[in-house]
């Protein structure tokens, strides 16, 4: 296993919403392990099977370590949190696939879905993805999963589209430039 590189400090922000609520992006760290698995225990069983594509009653404590211990690299996770605590309310990553085209996932907690968090969080991994060199991603959507392709047709050029039974795989390439999100950003606490 190759060395984390440094905590990428530059990925953090304050967004807000479309409510106005005041929303805390930032780049994972292996100590969220135990939020992960507190925020998936919130998420309602359609917004669980939606995002892991089954149901488990729980996040395992490994599975949850090994999706918050991330190399800021090749892996990268960011997390949306309340600027007041550190309940999580929302993960965007991407992890290497085989072909080394990184595969993009996001959740969003459902008490804070239909705000812009979704949209928010997936502009900044894809700014993330794109800073360390990614353009290209691809993504393994429920066929159900309406908003999900909405959202990765309107932030990326799709290439690819290939469906597998409930199961759309798309691969698509980030436009030059990216489009800026449709929220206000502010500065960081």
């Known amino acids: 296993m190759t060395e984390p590189a440094p905590y990428p400090q530059e990925l953090t922000r304050d967004v807000a919403l479309k409510n106005g609520t005041r929303v805390h992006i930032r780049p994972i760290r292996a100590a969220d392990a135990a939020q992960l698995v507190a925020a998936y225990e919130r998420l309602s069983a359609h917004s669980a099977y939606q995002r892991f594509f089954s149901m488990m009653r729980r996040l395992p404590p490994d599975w949850a370590r090994f999706l918050a211990t991330v190399d800021y690299q090749r892996r990268m996770a960011l997390v949306a949190e309340r600027p007041d605590d550190d309940e999580l309310l929302g993960v965007a990553r991407y992890e290497p696939s085989d072909d080394g085209t990184p595969e993009v996932a996001f959740v969003v907690l459902d008490a804070w879905q239909n705000q812009g968090l979704g949209t928010l969080l997936f502009h900044a991994l894809l700014e ?26 309107r932030f990326g050029d799709v290439q690819h589209r290939r469906r597998d ?25």
């Open 165 to 189: 039974g409930a199961v759309i795989e798309l691969v698509f390439t980030l436009p030059s430039p990216l489009a800026p999100p449709p929220a206000r950003e502010g500065p960081p606490d």
């Open 128 to 153: 993330a993805a794109s800073a360390r060199g990614f353009g290209r991603f691809r993504a393994h959507v429920l066929a159900d999963n309406v908003r999900m392709l909405d959202l990765i047709s």
